[in-house]
């Protein structure tokens, strides 16, 4: 079971940074500004098509190349940039925000309240996301909206789990026993006492859901149901490149490792935050 | 020849002296107790004769096992040492045997490290060592696990693994601390028995004067990393030297001085009635599951300004009572009354409105406060149980009055709970619990954890505190030695029934149950030693 771990404000003051954490974090905003600047400014408009100068190696002008439409891929992968992110954000935000109060109601009130949601969240983990994401856009037609609930949906019982599982053992804890001689209501325990004592977990879990997210994004749209051209999305790009990887390399590379640079700067964003809130793991060092 | 010598042990980590001078020795077949409150370096001397200390550790001084030095020897060395020459049991059992490994491997791994003997063979000596140490071949097969075993039984498994290989010197880290008294005194008496059998040197660290004056023959006594008295046992009665010695010894049969009497034809402030307490079974497809009946139909009352002890060893299902009556868990049957009105039926505002009455100080000082919020927040947690919060001007000034109360600065307010030593964090602890006025206050093992020192001054401030304010206490402990000084009655419980109850010095003097008689000759007893003691010297 996952131990949850009680930091106090000074000590995390004086606790060194992981190495993990700070490359993490540089990759991670390095992504984070290139979505940004993709808002304002791209070498070439991400849509422009250009048949005279399509399927350029990379060169001084396209620092990437360009595709089989000649669209620039350096100006598609920063315009897929905000694309990726805002999905996974937001799938994740929909699962903390969903799943973290599941998961707090199922531990504070128990019995078969802890049952119903428990065995609900099996049946969503048991579901694919892949399928869900079928059905939705049969139901809604595809976009970037299906891949958001789809991947949410997905990520609600990782956080009902995780969540449900630590503040069942801050349940028995003294201080809560205290809280509750205190006259205060499990809702209100929840909040106050069991909530701030499993925000370190939870801010972990969520940097590793959130990478988890950027690859189901990838995913979705490298079957079409994500983002629909001509919006650019990483997953659709890999998917057009399948077809040239012979004669065009990078048009699978460069997407590819997009993909790969976010992914390891949130996994090991995540890695070090799990340091650096566990006591027994900064002792180490 | 001494089969431990230290000499002039010196010890810093960093730049903090952790051992400073200390020389000790101890002979074959003899056992000698090494006494301290926590951080007084008892642990860390034992480390050192291991060569266990920690990476950063600085020693200077002589270290001899068997006439050889073995101080700063190079590891490879001390592995071929510890085991087979020195063995050591630790507090706690559960942690110190591998779980997922048969207990006659886990003995025979011991010997096969250090022996090139077949496996066949390893289990052949585990299976003689188990024996000895009182684990018969009939109850308790080699393939047995850990967890099918009591605490007693696991620390038994500890010792035969420490023994295995016959070492010359044993180390017993408060081997028994974490035991209930009956099995602590069995597993006093097989240690006591191995030493004479094998002509064993034992060091017993403990922070436990009456242990040690029921087992040792020599006792050591150490304070901020100094020895500071090394004496035959039988000074503890006729008098140590040492001042510190001298407190140590004060504090442990520290009685506080209690004025108040509880007020006998008064309606009694909490009042309990024919509680039943079932836990389910896991559940089943078909038919009933079962049950285990935790507390059985028990009654007590206490009356205004009466202390009253509640003892009984592990899973005797005396926190779970105290679960109940605190209305933290649901009883199947019977009734609990604080001054009169069921706690048991209230809900809501009519809820608060009794826990005011009644309020809680648990065992554990570290695990009893939010680690996120200050101390002001922590006390003023209570003032939930008001129909009309105060102010915070007022808020203020009452928390502020109340830690001064219970001995701490006012400054104490703004500052985070791990700020605290264990005995600041227990007076807290009490503050929150006052702050409401409350008549009755539960006290959960609550000086269990504390050293000796500490433990007298928070029973001190217990009893002015009960004399001011006309509270009673319902001390809830597995230790008789608590209770003794402090309690008016004496309630004693066995397997979810209240077995024996009476006045705390009848039930001392003349235990009528077989159980209390047999948990009060278990009890290792430095007050009843010391007072005869006196009257014979004076």
Redesign the interface.
């Known amino acids: 079971m996952t131990e949850v771990v009680a930091l106090s404000p000074s000590t995390a003051a004086r606790a060194r940074w992981p190495l993990s954490l700070v490359v993490g974090l540089i990759l991670t905003a390095g992504v984070i500004a290139t979505a940004l600047i993709a808002l304002v400014w791209t070498p070439y408009d991400p849509a422009a098509v250009d048949i005279a100068a399509k399927l350029t190696a990379p060169s001084a002008a396209h620092w990437m190349g360009t595709d089989h439409f000649g669209r620039d891929v350096l100006s598609m992968i920063m315009a897929g940039a905000q694309n990726s992110l805002i999905v996974a954000l937001v799938a994740v935000g929909v699962g903390a925000g969903v799943g973290t109060p599941l998961g707090l109601l199922a531990a504070a009130r128990g019995g078969w309240i802890d049952e119903l949601v428990m065995r609900g969240n099996d049946l969503i983990f048991a579901f694919p996301a892949l399928l869900l994401a079928v059905m939705i856009t049969a139901v809604m037609g595809p976009g970037a909206i299906n891949a958001i609930i789809a991947i949410g949906v997905f990520n609600i019982p990782v956080f009902t789990r995780v969540a449900r599982g630590a503040a069942q053992g801050l349940w028995t804890r003294e201080y809560v026993l205290a809280a509750r001689t205190a006259g205060k209501s499990r809702a209100l325990i929840s909040v106050q006492h069991i909530l701030p004592n499993l925000m370190s977990l939870l801010i972990v879990q969520a940097a590793i859901q959130f990478a988890v997210g950027i690859v189901a994004e990838a995913g979705l749209s490298y079957v079409g149901l994500g983002a629909q051209p001509p919006a650019p999305s990483w997953g659709r790009m890999l998917a057009e490149a399948q077809t040239m990887i012979g004669f065009a390399p990078w048009l699978a590379i460069m997407p590819g490792l997009a993909i790969f640079v976010t992914v390891l700067g949130l996994s090991l964003t995540g890695d070090g935050l799990r340091d650096l809130f566990d006591p027994r793991v900064r002792r180490e060092r | 020849m001494s089969v431990l010598d230290i000499r002039d042990l010196n010890l810093t980590i960093g730049s903090t002296p952790i051992l400073k001078n200390v020389s000790l020795s101890v002979a074959p077949g003899e056992i000698l107790g090494l006494v301290g409150e926590s951080g007084s370096g008892k642990s860390m001397t034992a480390l050192a004769v291991l060569g266990l200390t920690p990476p950063r550790a600085t020693m200077t001084g002589d270290i001899r096992l068997n006439g050889r030095v073995i101080s700063n020897a190079p590891d490879a060395l001390m592995q071929q040492v510890r085991g087979r020459e020195v063995g050591i049991v630790f507090q706690e059992p559960m942690t110190a045997l591998n779980p997922v490994m048969t207990i006659g491997d886990q003995v025979a791994e011991t010997v096969r490290l250090h022996r090139k003997v077949s496996r066949k063979a390893a289990l052949a000596v585990a299976r003689s060592v188990l024996d000895r140490v009182g684990l018969p071949a009939d109850r308790f097969p080699l393939t047995r696990y850990p967890h099918e075993l009591s605490g007693g039984q696991r620390q038994r498994v500890a010792i035969a693994i420490a023994i295995a290989l016959t070492p010359k010197l044993l180390i017993a880290d408060e081997a028994t601390t974490a035991l209930d008294v009956t099995t602590q005194a069995q597993v006093l008496d097989l240690l006591k028995r191995l030493v004479r059998e094998d002509g064993m040197g034992l060091i017993l660290i403990t922070h436990d004067l009456a242990v040690v004056a029921e087992t040792c023959d020599r006792l050591a006594v150490m304070k901020d990393g100094e020895l500071v008295e090394a004496a035959p046992v039988g000074r503890i009665r006729t008098g140590m030297t040492h001042p510190y010695s001298q407190r140590l010894l004060a504090n442990a049969t520290h009685a506080p001085v209690r004025r108040s009497r509880p007020q006998a034809g008064a309606a009694p402030v909490l009042e309990v009635q024919g509680l039943v307490r079932d836990y389910g079974g896991a559940p089943v497809l078909f038919g009933k599951s079962k049950t285990f009946r935790a507390v059985d139909d028990v009654s007590l009352s206490i009356q205004p300004g009466e202390s009253v002890g509640l003892v009984g060893e592990s899973g005797c299902g005396k926190s779970t009572l105290l ?1 109940a009556i ?1 209305a ?1 868990e649901p009883p199947q049957a019977g009734r609990v009354r604080v001054k009169g009105r069921d706690i048991t039926a209230a809900r809501g505002a009519a ?2 409105t009794i ?1 005011r009455d ?3 100080v ?3 000082p570290y ?6 919020w200050k101390v002001r927040d922590l006390v003023a ?2 003032f ?2 008001l129909d009309t919060r105060p102010a915070p001007s007022e808020a203020r000034r009452r928390i502020d009055e109340m830690l001064e109360r219970v001995g701490l600065n006012s400054s104490a307010a703004d500052r ?1 709970p ?1 700020e605290f030593s264990g005995g600041q964090r227990q007076r807290i ?1 009490i503050a ?1 619990a006052l702050i409401t006025e409350p008549s009755v206050i539960c006290l959960d093992e609550a000086v269990s954890a504390l050293d000796v020192s500490v433990r007298a001054q928070v029973l001190d401030l217990l009893a002015d505190l009960s004399d001011r304010l006309g509270l009673s206490y319902l001390f809830v402990t597995h230790d008789l030695s608590v209770v003794r000084t402090v309690t008016d009655r004496l309630l004693v419980m066995q397997a979810g029934k209240i077995v024996e109850q009476g006045e705390t010095a009848a039930v001392f003097a003349a235990p009528s149950h077989p159980y209390t008689q047999k948990l009060l000759a278990a009890t290792p007893d430095l007050v009843r030693n010391h007072a005869l003691e006196k009257e014979t010297v004076g």
């Open positions: 679960r605190l933290l809820l608060k826990r009644i309020q809680v648990f065992q554990d695990g009893s406060f939010d680690p996120r947690e209570n939930h149980l985070y791990h602890a929150r």
